[in-house]
Structure formats: structure tokens, C-alpha cells
DNA sequence: GATTGACTTAGAGCGTGGTTTAAGTCCTAC
DNA sequence: GTAGGACTTAAACCACGCTCTAAGTCAATC
């Protein structure tokens, strides 16, 4: 019943599968699941092996899009444990991702401008090579 | 000869006037004179407390630019070396900054490509929160 | 059924970028 | 000239996010 490309098993995939779709290292795997960062503990494949589901794969591929715009991983799992209590928990998950957003758009204007800055600078170094 | 406001000096400030300025702590001033970030050593009111020049204010300035753009701090002694060198670095130091560009704009687009996952995200949940 | 490479845990270690501490010196105001 | 706050140094310390180690277990291949 085992799958031949990768050692993929009906659907689910090992954790070397998941660090290579997704980029992250297998320690960060383990890592991010200790820190309480998974929705649900990963399955085992008897009762050892990690084996992840889509699911899993998809709840980790959004926890890089929070980690790549800084979300810290203490607030990550803050966000977790409102998700894992359900919908009822929906209007305090947005109100955490829109202060995100805000962060995320803050950052991006001071990155641009340190960027005109230092274009600034190159533009003048230009300059002075062609001169 | 000593000046009123903020205890500026004839066009020189304090640390502290210049951490105001700067957005950055005194600590942080410091710190990066040790590490060799300053384009020249800092000059000193009787041998001991620091005057900081225009001069010194605009180059810290752009160091806080190199910073906000996620330049090592290794990196950014790279190119306070070569600045000492005097023009005959500036091809030097306009490769450096080319690079350092290509890495910033490579990070721009991996936030906003995040940041657009995120927008996804809330998009939903405030779907979730109108029926 | 043995080999071998991937996997496991717990915990220590590390790189980066500051920040804090301790002990002391200096400058301004009175 | 003295009080008090700002300044000084060297060095220890810290937060964060991994990353590596050690010692051992498991699973796929031969």
C-alpha cells in the first residue's frame, strides 16, 4: 500500500515531504509543533513517524506567510488557539490578522522608503563612475 | 558658548539629542560605534562625552536606512570600510548596494505575496461574519 | 531478517542585534 | 563648590528563532 515518488503514503506525506514543500528545515517542523503552532497534533505513523495530511500541509504553507511578514510566534499561537476554539472565535481572529495587516503595511512603507534612500545613493554613485 | 534648547553645542549635538533624532537608543548609538559602523570616530567634548556633527547625524541616518532594510550589521561594516577608502571604493561600494537593492526587492515582493494570503484570510472571516 | 538511512525526543547551543548592569566620571545649575 | 543628572566603559545579559547533538527507534530495501 506504500507509494512509490517520495515515500508519499494514501495522501500523506512525511515530515521530509513537508519541509520540502514548504522550504522549511525538518527541525522547524518539529520546532513549530512544539511551539503549539499546528492546528492539531500530527498524526503518527505507528505511533512514532509524523505523518501529515493536505491539511497540515496547508495550515504550515500559512504560517509561513505569517512568519515571512514578522507575525512573531508567540502571536502565531495566540492565533492557533483561537482557531482551534471554532468559529465562534472568528471576529477576534480577524481583529488579531487586520492589527497584522497594519504591522505588515507599516513595515512595508518604511522598508520602500529606506529603499528610495538608498536608491538615492546608488543613483549618486552612478553618477560619479560615469563622470 | 553653550546653546540653549536640548544643550546643543555650535551645530554639534549629545547622544541623546542624536538618539532622538535617530529613533535610536544612546545603547544603540554606542553600539554601533563599537562595532565600527561610524564613518569616523565619534568626536569628543573634554576627551570623554560624545559630539555628534551633522555629518555624523546624516550617516547614522542612513545606517538606520541599511538597518530598516535588513542589512546585517556585518554587512554594513563591509561598506563603512570600503566609504573609508575614499572614491576610489565607489565602484565597490555601488556593487554592494546593487546586491543589498536585489535582496530588498526580492523581500518586498515575498511580504506582499504573504500579505495577500493574509488578505485572503480576512476576506473570509469577515464573509464568515456577515451572514 | 539484517542493513541503512530516515525518523524520534529532550535538551543544549548558536547567531543576531541589541539592552542592561556596575562602577565610575563629568557638566550644568544652584 | 556641590548636588544631581547625563554621560562614560567593559562586560554580562537577553529575546528570538531556529539549529544541532546525542542516543536511540523505525521502516524500506536487499
Redesign the interface.
Known amino acids: 500500500m506504500t507509494e512509490s515518488a517520495g515515500g508519499e503514503h494514501a495522501g500523506t506525506m512525511s515530515i521530509s515531504d513537508v519541509a520540502e514543500r514548504t522550504g522549511l528545515s525538518t527541525h522547524t517542523l518539529r520546532y513549530y509543533e512544539r511551539e503549539g503552532l499546528m492546528f492539531a497534533p500530527v498524526d503518527r505513523a505507528s505511533s512514532t513517524h509524523r505523518r501529515y495530511t493536505e491539511a497540515d500541509l496547508n495550515w504550515v504553507t ?1 504560517l ?3 512568519r ?2 514578522s507575525m512573531p510566534i508567540a502571536k502565531i499561537r495566540e492565533y492557533v488557539e483561537l482557531a482551534r476554539q471554532g ?1 465562534d472565535s ?2 477576534e ?2 481583529d488579531l ?2 492589527v ?2 497594519m504591522n ?2 507599516r ?2 512603507e ?3 522608503a ?2 528610495a ?3 538615492h ?2 543613483g549618486i ?2 553618477e ?2 560615469s563622470a
Request: proline share 0%; glycine share 0%.
Open positions: 500559512f509561513t506567510k505569517l515571512m511578514t468559529d472568528t471576529a481572529r480577524l490578522l487586520l497584522h495587516r505588515v503595511e513595515q512595508l518604511e522598508v520602500t529606506s529603499l534612500a538608498i536608491n545613493k546608488i554613485y552612478q560619479r563612475l
